[in-house]
């Protein structure tokens, strides 16, 4: 009687805490995004003429300011814009730099897709025989490459369990191990902490991302 009412106890943990996580983390987004339109003026802020705020308006107005965005930015004069703007930044020492790398991570990220992390890779991280996972991202090119004796590849290595923080290593090609996995359940393993592993041996067209 006791192991099933721990059995129970442990499962409906299991079904309640992941469901529970997930929209906690949504309502959050929700209310920070809905945050932003407090700072609309009152002549076009929707709460203005609403009864009563609803959330969600401001994911609404969020996507809405993204899209408008990017309809100015793709004519003439808002390429302009955008050009002075980078100017601008580029003169600014600390932000320049800040600013270089999120573009660039962008840019490759949704102009190539999952291509941006090819493969799944084991790294000798953080010492001698102890393997992290990576993602192959490129292969190495320019002066790095140059002053280096091996061919070497790019390798991201992510953090637990924010993968969006980590390391980049140019490491030689012969010292990493390539994974059957894909990239979406490495990412599965990475968030969870290991506690999430995949079946060994498992197509990667079905476990990468689309």
Do not use: C
């Not at 997930?22 to 009152?42: C, E, G, K, Q």
């Amino acid at each position: 009687m006791k192991k099933n009412i721990k059995r129970y106890f442990i499962t409906g943990l299991l079904v309640v805490i992941p469901v529970y996580l997930t929209f906690y983390v949504l309502w959050v987004i929700v209310r920070f995004l809905d945050s932003f339109v407090y700072a609309l003026p009152v002549s076009i802020n929707p709460d203005t003429y609403l009864p009563a705020h609803i959330y969600g308006l401001g994911i609404v107005a969020t996507a809405a300011g993204v899209f408008l965005v990017g309809v100015v930015a793709t004519n003439f004069l808002g390429k302009k814009l955008v050009a002075i703007g980078e100017g601008m930044l580029e003169r600014i020492p600390v932000l320049r730099t800040v600013y270089s790398a999120s573009k660039q991570f962008i840019e490759t990220f949704f102009t190539r897709g999952s291509d941006g992390f090819k493969n799944v890779v084991l790294v000798e991280f953080p010492r001698k025989g102890v393997y992290s996972i990576g993602f192959v991202t490129s292969r190495t090119k320019g002066e790095v490459q140059d002053k280096t004796k091996e061919d070497v590849i790019n390798v991201f290595v992510p953090t637990t369990p924010n993968p969006t923080s980590g390391f980049y290593f140019a490491v030689p090609e012969q010292d990493v191990i390539p994974l059957d996995m894909g990239v979406e359940d490495a990412f599965k393993m990475i968030i969870s902490g290991g506690l999430i592993v995949p079946e060994k041996g498992k197509d990667k067209k079905q476990t990468g991302s689309s």
